[in-house]
């Protein structure tokens, strides 16, 4: 068995939200064992706090947004998809204000400050969402499934009619070194022409060549180029990680996604919770090489 972690020393990380346009600095803290990670809004009476699981995702359309009746705290998935591949159980993340700092659209920057925090052991096991039997979701040409694995892995697909994405493919067995290896520098992506439309609507306000690969009808707008030739499948890869963590504990099962944005993605989740002859939460998953 495998205790929990959280950080030795808190962190921060500034920038600019996605949506917003608007300066983001947010605080991880340390927190103890049991409880999970929590979203706190320090900016708002009360210090209102929202624990990171499926049934407080409130919206999915651009980005994963967790919320309540009074608050809510938007573009949660990079920041889960690092503190996922951290292996960190225990923590509160301070945010002052409603959405995480996009940094340069990739989740590195997270994945570095929380490793700068220091990730330690606690005195209590960590739980595992142990996937016993295949469970499979579709939504029209999109879908998602897990299969029983001696470890946590992901098989990604998309397909763009774009000259420079096409078909991509990655899989990985997914532990901190190889995430942070061939996901975490993998930014975000979008098209010019969605890009206008979406700040018409008041949305993308800080979206630029700075936290983005942006691609127009034939090429990519970036003068750096890319930093893989597979980016954006590997940005997919990483979002979905972050939206996993929304299962409420580290999956050991392998994960095969076609065409799954954060909206399947969500559904997906929500399905395998309400199966629970697919899985059992346990403590004891060996012999489990992968995570030691
Ligand atoms: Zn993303």
Same mark, same amino acid.
């Given at each position: 068995?495998?205790?929990?972690?959280?950080?030795?020393k808190?962190?921060?990380?500034?920038?600019?939200?996605?949506?917003?346009?608007k300066?983001?600095?947010?605080?991880?803290?340390?927190?103890?064992?049991?409880s999970?990670?929590y979203?706190?809004?320090?900016?708002?009476?009360?210090?209102?706090?929202?624990?990171?699981?499926?049934?407080?995702?409130?919206?999915?359309?651009?980005?994963?947004?967790?919320?309540?009746?009074?608050?809510?705290?938007?573009?949660?998935?990079?920041?889960?998809?690092?503190?996922?591949?951290?292996?960190?159980?225990?923590?509160?993340?301070?945010?002052?204000?409603?959405?995480?700092?996009?940094?340069?659209?990739?989740?590195?920057?997270?994945?570095?400050?929380?490793?700068?925090?220091?990730?330690i052991?606690q005195?209590?096991?960590?739980?595992?969402?142990?996937?016993?039997?295949?469970?499979?979701?579709?939504?029209?040409?999109?879908?998602?499934?897990?299969?029983?694995?001696?470890?946590?892995?992901?098989s990604?697909?998309i397909?763009?009619?774009?000259?420079?994405?096409?078909k991509?493919?990655?899989?990985?067995?997914?532990?901190?070194?190889?995430?942070?290896?061939?996901?975490s520098?993998?930014r975000?992506?979008?098209?010019?022409?969605?890009v206008?439309?979406?700040?018409k609507?008041?949305l993308?306000?800080?979206?630029?060549?700075?936290?983005?690969?942006?691609? +127009?009808?034939?090429?990519? $707008?970036?003068?750096? #180029?890319?930093?893989?030739?597979?980016?954006? &499948?590997r *940005? /997919? =890869?990483? +979002?979905a990680?972050?939206? $996993?963590?929304?299962? #409420?504990?580290p999956?050991?099962?392998?994960? &095969?996604? *076609? /065409? =799954?944005?954060?909206?399947?993605?969500?559904?997906?989740?929500?399905?395998?919770?309400?199966?629970?002859?697919?899985?059992?939460?346990?403590?004891?998953?060996?012999?489990?090489?992968l995570?030691?």
């Amino acid at each position: 068995m495998l205790y929990q972690k959280t950080l030795a020393k808190m962190v921060s990380v500034e920038g600019i939200g996605l949506h917003t346009g608007k300066a983001s600095r947010m605080t991880f803290k340390p927190a103890p064992e049991n409880s999970g990670v929590y979203f706190l809004r320090k900016d708002i009476p009360g210090l209102p706090a929202l624990k990171a699981q499926s049934r407080n995702v409130r919206a999915t359309q651009m980005a994963t947004v967790l919320g309540s009746d009074i608050f809510a705290v938007s573009t949660v998935e990079h920041c889960m998809s690092a503190v996922s591949a951290a292996q960190i159980d225990n923590l509160i993340i301070e945010l002052e204000g409603p959405e995480l700092p996009i940094c340069d659209g990739s989740s590195f920057e997270y994945f570095k400050a929380l490793q700068s925090g220091g990730v330690i052991e606690q005195n209590a096991y960590r739980s595992y969402f142990y996937i016993t039997k295949p469970l499979y979701y579709s939504k029209g040409d999109k879908y998602a499934y897990v299969l029983p694995y001696n470890g946590f892995k992901v098989s990604c697909t998309i397909e763009f009619a774009h000259p420079k994405i096409l078909k991509q493919k990655i899989e990985l067995d997914v532990t901190p070194f190889s995430y942070e290896k061939e996901l975490s520098s993998a930014r975000t992506f979008g098209f010019i022409k969605d890009v206008e439309a979406l700040q018409k609507q008041g949305l993308a306000l800080g979206g630029s060549l700075k936290n983005a690969v942006v691609l +127009d009808e034939k090429s990519i $707008l970036n003068p750096e #180029g890319l930093r893989f030739d597979d980016e954006f &499948v590997r *940005h /997919k =890869a990483m +979002d979905a990680i972050g939206d $996993l963590t929304m299962l #409420g504990h580290p999956l050991i099962g392998h994960v &095969v996604l *076609h /065409k =799954a944005g954060h909206d399947v993605m969500h559904e997906f989740v929500q399905k395998i919770l309400q199966s629970p002859d697919c899985y059992r939460v346990t403590e004891i998953v060996e012999p489990l090489t992968l995570f030691a």
